[in-house]
Antibody
């Protein structure tokens, strides 16, 4: 059974850097084809994809947020870390991490973590 | 940048068929997938690779993708299917989500 759980601060101040950790079990990020992605959802709004890291350390970023995002993995700890710089109140959202299996750059996310709400406010 | 367009809302009577569309340029040349999200819950994959159902997803959920439109069809819609539905595809090494459709069963 694959499970993922997001952790990190619930409140950050504007201009600060957000660091979120996704801790997972039930799969290995050293397995060929596997990836972990980050997706966010502002309150009452749609899903927005942020970033993805593959088993071979290949990375994908949202074009609109690429300059602010960094995704890394620690295979030994079964963790993926997302950092987002220069946080703004519009970045207030629930942040999800999700497992991405086979399919390469055509695949899907399944399952998702429970999400963590991050509020950006001074 | 690539965009996927969904109707904001769709209404259906219990037992009837609901169809939710997702439009994008030459979407039929890509794989589309669909997620269901109920209030306060994380999204759940209901269709992948246009028309495949993950294990545990009821047979009443089906999908198709051709031309510029992918469609999620729910046959014999039940009250428990009331939720937000999001389509997703890839374009130029980036993931794209549609804006979501709220399905109301009334």
């Amino acid at each position: 059974q694959i499970t993922l759980k997001e952790s990190g601060p619930t409140l950050v101040k504007p201009t600060q850097t957000l660091t979120l950790t996704c801790t997972f079990s039930g799969f290995s990020l050293s397995t060929s084809g596997v990836g972990v992605g980050w997706i966010r959802q502002p309150p009452g709004k749609a899903l927005e994809w942020l970033a993805l890291i593959y088993w071979n350390d290949d990375k994908r970023y949202s074009p609109s947020l690429k300059s602010r995002l960094t995704i890394t993995k620690d295979t030994s700890k079964n963790q993926v870390v997302l950092t987002m710089t220069n946080m703004d109140p519009v970045d207030t959202a629930t942040y999800y991490c999700a497992h991405k299996g086979r399919g390469g750059d055509e695949g899907w996310f399944d399952p998702w973590g429970q999400g963590t709400l991050v509020t950006v406010s001074s | 940048s690539y965009e996927l367009t969904q109707p904001p809302s769709v209404s259906v009577s219990p037992g009837q068929t609901a169809s939710i569309t997702c439009s994008g340029d030459k979407l039929g040349d890509k794989y589309a997938c669909w997620y269901q999200q109920k209030p306060g819950q994380s999204p759940v994959l209901v269709i992948y690779q246009d028309s495949k159902r993950p294990s545990g997803i009821p047979e009443r959920f089906s999908g198709s993708n051709s031309g510029n439109t992918a469609t999620l069809t729910i046959s014999g819609t039940q009250a428990m299917d009331e939720a937000d539905y999001y389509c997703q595809a890839w374009d130029s090494r980036a993931v794209v989500f549609g804006g979501g459709t709220k399905l109301t069963v009334l």
